[in-house]
């Protein structure tokens, strides 16, 4: 436990390079594209800003030695003690349980920072994770031409075999978006290297996930049930969906209506023109879970045998 006076942060102050604002806050000030300076404390040297969400920012950063990433929950969430502290002690556990998993980035250390404020001291969690270099494939799916037919059942495969690993640790990501797949690509040998599936922080919860990429059972459980692995399986039939064709199968301001309503989703394939993967993602899409493959291991072993 280390200890970081939250006057102290605000009183730092550096001019922001585009804007010529004056930045206070410590995630303000590492948010940027430029590298102006490292900070350090608690053992961590964070270096950057990579992303940054409502509920707090990831930074590019050294730990031990080893190139990480550092997810810290956002200003209000320091301030105001709410739910996002435990939810990274939560990811932090559920991460642990898949240590050695190929395509999953290790989940390295939980750090607690003891922040003081003028009624209270708040213990803030900051999660270490281990550094994958990449790109997500959100940035690539406007970029098909980048990734061949064979790179993308290559892509598909590797993340059954870890979505089967996972899986069979007893976890359930509930999240998978192409924001959350990390993937390696070389552009001066033009090919994929390394797939990674990245942020467990939804797994315990039934609420937290992209609209776009949900399942029925997230959308409306009272109608499709509980959420399960072949939540994972829905949401990742539309990532590949979306990946082949360009596109979702549906506009995506009208997604909880497409995916929850009644009748099954209008895929229309003009770009895949594989039988055997647009039966895959047919089956995978299927609204009653219990109409699509029994589970991820079930579905890679079909996938081999298809393709």
């Not at 290559?154 to 640790?169: E, M, S, T, Y």
Request: glycine share 8%; proline share 3%.
């Amino acid at each position: 436990m280390f200890k970081l006076c939250i006057r102290d942060l605000l009183s730092i102050k550096i001019k922001d390079p585009v804007t010529g604002r004056k930045l206070y806050w410590l995630e303000k000030i590492l948010f940027s594209p430029f590298v102006l300076f490292s900070f350090s404390f608690g053992g961590v040297q964070l270096l950057y800003g990579i992303s940054r969400g409502s509920g707090g920012c990831l930074y590019r950063g050294i730990y031990d030695g080893r190139d990480v990433v550092v997810k810290i929950p956002s200003r209000q969430s320091i301030i105001s003690n709410n739910r996002e502290t435990e939810d990274l002690r939560q990811e932090f556990e559920c991460g642990r349980k898949l240590s050695g998993i190929e395509c999953i980035p290790e989940y390295i250390d939980l750090l607690k920072l003891s922040v003081n404020t003028v009624a209270e001291t708040i213990d803030v969690s900051l999660l270490v994770l281990e550094y994958k270099e990449g790109v997500t494939l959100s940035r690539l799916l406007g970029k098909r031409d980048i990734l061949n037919m064979h790179e993308k059942y290559q892509l598909f495969k590797r993340l059954l075999d870890g979505l089967a690993a996972v899986h069979r640790a007893g976890v359930v990501h509930k999240d998978i978006n192409p924001a959350n797949i990390l993937v390696k690509f070389s552009l001066t040998k033009k090919r994929l290297e390394d797939v990674w599936l990245v942020d467990f922080g939804a797994s315990h919860h039934e609420r937290r996930f992209v609209a776009e990429y949900g399942s029925p059972e997230q959308q409306m459980p009272i109608v499709f049930g509980d959420v399960g692995e072949l939540s994972d399986m829905f949401s990742l039939g539309l990532v590949m969906y979306e990946l082949l064709e360009g596109d979702l199968p549906f506009p995506r301001d009208l997604a909880m209506r497409e995916i929850a309503g009644q009748g099954e989703l209008n895929l229309q394939f003009s770009t895949c023109e594989d039988s055997a993967m647009k039966q895959i993602l047919t089956r995978m899409l299927v609204k009653e879970p219990g109409k699509r493959f029994s589970s991820i291991a079930v579905l890679r072993r079909k996938v081999e045998q298809m393709m």
